[in-house]
C-alpha cells in the first residue's frame, strides 16, 4: 500500500495576491508569514528581481488538512472552461430547501466579494441541489 501524498492546488492568474485573497475569504483560509528576515510579504516581494514581483503568492488551511493553495502569474487571460474544479462544500448533511438556502446565502456573500454566480442546478432523481461560480478571474467552482 502507497502512502498518502500531500497536494497543493496551483491557480493560473493575473493577480495572483488579489485572487490568493479571495479564496482566503471563500475558504477561511490564512496568508503564511513571510520568509524569515521579512517582516512583510511586501517587504519580501520588493527584494525579488521587478520581473518576479507579484508573480506568486501562497494561502492554507490554518488546521493544516486542507491543501495549500498556490497562485502564480501566467501573461496569457482564461480562455476556455477549467477542465477541473473546486466544490465548496457549503451544503454537506442537508436537502431540499434546507440546502438551497445554504447555498443562496453562501453564494450572495460570495457575490460580494467579487465572484460571479453563473447558475443554480436544482435538485433532481440524482443529485441535490449545487451553484455554479465563477472567481474573481472566471474560474470555475460550484458551491456543494
Known amino acids: 500500500m502507497t502512502s ?20 482566503c475569504e471563500v475558504l477561511g483560509y490564512v496568508v503564511p508569514p513571510p520568509p524569515e528576515g521579512f517582516t512583510t510579504w511586501d517587504d519580501f516581494d520588493r527584494s525579488l528581481p521587478p520581473e518576479q514581483q507579484g508573480s506568486a503568492f501562497a494561502c492554507s488551511d490554518p488546521s493544516g488538512a486542507g491543501p495549500r493553495l498556490f497562485f502564480q ?3 496569457e487571460g ?3 472552461k477549467n477542465r477541473l474544479h473546486l ?15 445554504a447555498l443562496e446565502a453562501e453564494c450572495a456573500r460570495l457575490v460580494a466579494l467579487g465572484a460571479m454566480h453563473v447558475r443554480t442546478l436544482l435538485a433532481d432523481d440524482q443529485n441535490e441541489s449545487c451553484i455554479v461560480m465563477q472567481d474573481i478571474e472566471g474560474n470555475e467552482f460550484c458551491l456543494d
Open 73 to 75: 502569474r501566467v501573461p
Open 87 to 101: 466544490d465548496v462544500r457549503v451544503g454537506t448533511g442537508l436537502v431540499g430547501k434546507e440546502r438551497l438556502a
Open 78 to 80: 482564461k480562455a476556455v
Open 4 to 23: 498518502i501524498k500531500k497536494f497543493q492546488v496551483t491557480f493560473d492568474c493575473a493577480e495572483p495576491e488579489r485572487v490568493a485573497r479571495f479564496w
